[in-house]
């Protein structure tokens, strides 16, 4: 249970500002996060998308730590610092790895003990049937933002091992400007000490490392039916979508045209051009040859208009609700 704060107060990092200037809420409205932190840190930890594909996640990356940041430069991967809790750790066939940027917040000591540790008190610990400060499936919150936090930690600790993998966090701003080499290893050396890298402490994404975005989207258009989006879209246009899809094609044309040459001076010998079964199959795969590609390309059509369609409904329904929502805003005198 997350009664004590997982390093001690000596190398909690000082800084004069420890949340961001602002955070979006559900409804794309801009708050201060100190209005509601309780809020503002389970929509920045939170990383439930993930938790509800748990049992699937080795299909998309090995249940290990993530490798350092000198093996990704060293495989060529440009790092990418992405706020998003939920694409910490993910890598795209571009060989981008998103990596979410070490909160100020998690590195000091004072923030652990007012909003991520249950007191003695806590109605988690005597009263699991309170309903208070606990989540609909009976699960206090702090915990949560406790599992998720050393979690998340965690990854880091395997991130920066060395004082090269240091460098390059610092490089990319991963890391806060004003942490040391040495403040970083007397934290890790403390984290580790009281249990990080214990999986009954952290939350159960992260005892899986890098994941790749192809294969979470492939699970989730087979878990949920999302096959336009899947777990993240990640076209930013529908040339790029189209490009993508028809790349493949253009290099099973080149082939099939190879085959289709082949087959015609087979056709042009003796031995092959009497063979009644070279000659069907030539027939059949002249025919597949032509109207394949056809089919192909009338497929990655249909999959652009409704990707279209879908776009649109989800815009219009997006303008209706931010509408709504103004105007709710607006009767309120907010």
């Given at each position: 249970m997350?009664?004590?704060?997982?390093?001690?107060?000596?190398?909690?990092?000082?800084?004069?500002?420890?949340?961001?200037?602002?955070?979006?809420?559900?409804?794309?409205?801009?708050?201060?996060?100190?209005?509601?932190?309780?809020?503002?840190?389970q929509?920045?930890?939170?990383?439930?998308?993930?938790?509800?594909?748990?049992?699937?996640?080795?299909?998309?990356?090995?249940?290990?730590?993530?490798?350092?940041?000198?093996?990704?430069t060293?495989?060529?991967?440009?790092?990418?610092?992405?706020?998003?809790?939920?694409?910490?750790?993910?890598?795209?066939?571009?060989?981008?790895?998103?990596?979410?940027?070490?909160?100020?917040?998690?590195?000091?000591?004072?923030?652990?003990?007012?909003?991520?540790?249950?007191?003695?008190?806590?109605?988690?610990?005597?009263?699991p049937?309170?309903?208070?400060?606990?989540?609909?499936?009976?699960?206090?919150?702090?915990?949560?933002?406790?599992?998720?936090?050393?979690?998340f930690?965690?990854?880091?600790?395997?991130?920066?091992?060395?004082?090269?993998?240091?460098?390059?966090?610092?490089d990319?701003?991963?890391?806060?400007?004003?942490?040391?080499?040495?403040d970083?290893?007397?934290?890790?050396?403390?984290?580790?000490?009281?249990?990080?890298?214990?999986?009954?402490?952290?939350?159960?994404?992260?005892?899986?490392?890098?994941?790749?975005?192809?294969?979470?989207?492939?699970?989730?258009?087979?878990?949920?039916?999302?096959?336009?989006?899947?777990?993240?879209?990640?076209?930013?246009?529908?040339?790029?979508?189209?490009?993508?899809?028809?790349?493949?094609?253009?290099?099973?044309?080149?082939?099939?045209?190879?085959?289709?040459?082949?087959?015609?001076?087979?056709?042009?010998?003796?031995?092959?051009?009497?063979?009644?079964?070279?000659?069907?199959?030539?027939?059949?795969?002249?025919?597949?040859?032509?109207?394949?590609?056809?089919?192909?390309?009338?497929?990655?059509?249909?999959?652009?208009?409704?990707?279209?369609?879908?776009?649109?409904?989800?815009?219009?329904r997006?303008?209706?609700e931010?509408?709504?929502?103004?105007?709710?805003?607006?009767?309120?005198?907010?």
């Amino acid at each position: 249970m997350p009664e004590s704060v997982p390093f001690n107060d000596d190398v909690s990092i000082l800084s004069t500002s420890y949340m961001p200037a602002a955070f979006r809420d559900e409804h794309y409205t801009l708050y201060k996060p100190t209005a509601d932190i309780l809020h503002f840190l389970q929509k920045d930890l939170s990383v439930e998308r993930l938790n509800r594909i748990h049992k699937y996640l080795w299909l998309a990356g090995r249940p290990m730590p993530p490798r350092p940041l000198n093996y990704q430069t060293a495989t060529s991967r440009d790092i990418v610092p992405d706020e998003r809790i939920d694409m910490h750790l993910v890598w795209e066939h571009s060989r981008r790895i998103h990596l979410k940027p070490i909160p100020r917040y998690l590195l000091n000591y004072q923030f652990w003990v007012y909003h991520l540790i249950c007191a003695k008190t806590c109605p988690c610990l005597s009263r699991p049937e309170y309903r208070g400060t606990m989540r609909g499936d009976g699960i206090c919150q702090k915990k949560k933002l406790y599992e998720y936090s050393l979690g998340f930690l965690l990854s880091y600790i395997a991130l920066i091992q060395c004082e090269s993998d240091f460098v390059i966090a610092q490089d990319h701003h991963l890391l806060p400007e004003n942490v040391t080499w040495e403040d970083w290893h007397k934290l890790v050396q403390q984290l580790l000490d009281n249990g990080a890298a214990n999986p009954r402490n952290i939350n159960a994404r992260y005892l899986f490392g890098e994941l790749r975005l192809s294969r979470l989207n492939k699970i989730c258009a087979f878990r949920y039916g999302s096959i336009l989006r899947g777990y993240q879209f990640t076209f930013q246009t529908y040339g790029e979508l189209f490009r993508d899809y028809l790349a493949p094609l253009a290099a099973t044309t080149i082939y099939v045209a190879l085959v289709l040459t082949a087959m015609q001076v087979g056709l042009a010998t003796t031995r092959l051009g009497d063979n009644l079964a070279f000659q069907r199959a030539s027939y059949g795969f002249t025919v597949f040859s032509i109207l394949g590609p056809l089919i192909a390309v009338l497929l990655v059509g249909l999959i652009g208009l409704f990707q279209f369609i879908s776009n649109l409904v989800v815009t219009l329904r997006f303008k209706r609700e931010r509408s709504a929502h103004y105007k709710l805003l607006s009767s309120q005198g907010w």
